[in-house]
């Protein structure tokens, strides 16, 4: 196999990348549901599942943690 054949597969779905790009621009849980067309129920479900993959404990960890790892840009 050639070295271009292999693509990084991102962390996050779609939509856990849209939330968190919604929060890195600090917009509230409900802000976030409202421009998503989604609960807040849904939106703190994302959080979730995205602190689970990186295994932080906080938003703020999660947010410098995917920074760090490229998959979020400011």
Known sequence: MK?????????????????????VQDKTTKEIA?????????VRNHISNAMQKLGVKGRSQAVVELLRMGELKL
């Open 3 to 23: 070295d271009n054949e292999f693509t990084h597969k991102p962390l996050l779905t779609k939509r856990e990348r849209e939330v968190f790009e919604l929060l």
């Open 34 to 42: 409202s421009e998503l067309f989604i609960s807040e129920k849904t």
